[in-house]
């Protein structure tokens, strides 16, 4: 996210570094940022359906650590004796089930309620 000058990155010997010298990723979250000032705009939908808009658009972000918990804790290499039993695999996969469900649900009640 922190961009560099060459010199700086030569001195410290950091020549292969993933840095964004364009500034692409700042000029990315200003655009985001920026983008809510389309919710003030007097034909815009209220402060409500923003919230259920935005929470609603969260549930994916849900059901993606529910599955990358499900990957982690059953990779002998990353926990090691540790590593998930069938039971806990099969609470894990109720809650995946019901974050599922809550994320079309969600997603849908969004999309009727910001479409009017």
Avoid at 59 to 88: C, F, H, K, Q, Y
């Amino acid at each position: 996210m922190q961009s560099f000058r060459a010199s700086r990155l030569a001195a410290r010997g950091d020549f292969d570094s993933a840095v964004d010298g364009t500034g692409k990723l700042y000029r990315g979250f200003v655009l985001v940022g920026l983008s809510a000032v389309v919710w003030s705009l007097p034909w815009a939908p209220g402060f409500t359906a923003l919230t259920v808009a935005l929470v609603s658009f969260q549930a994916p972000m849900l059901v993606l650590t529910v599955v990358a918990l499900l990957v982690i804790l059953n990779r002998s290499s990353m926990m090691g004796d540790r590593r998930n039993r069938w039971w806990e695999n099969a609470i894990l996969a109720v809650l995946l089930c019901f974050t599922l469900f809550a994320c079309y649900h969600g997603l849908a009640d969004a999309v009727a309620i910001v479409a009017g």
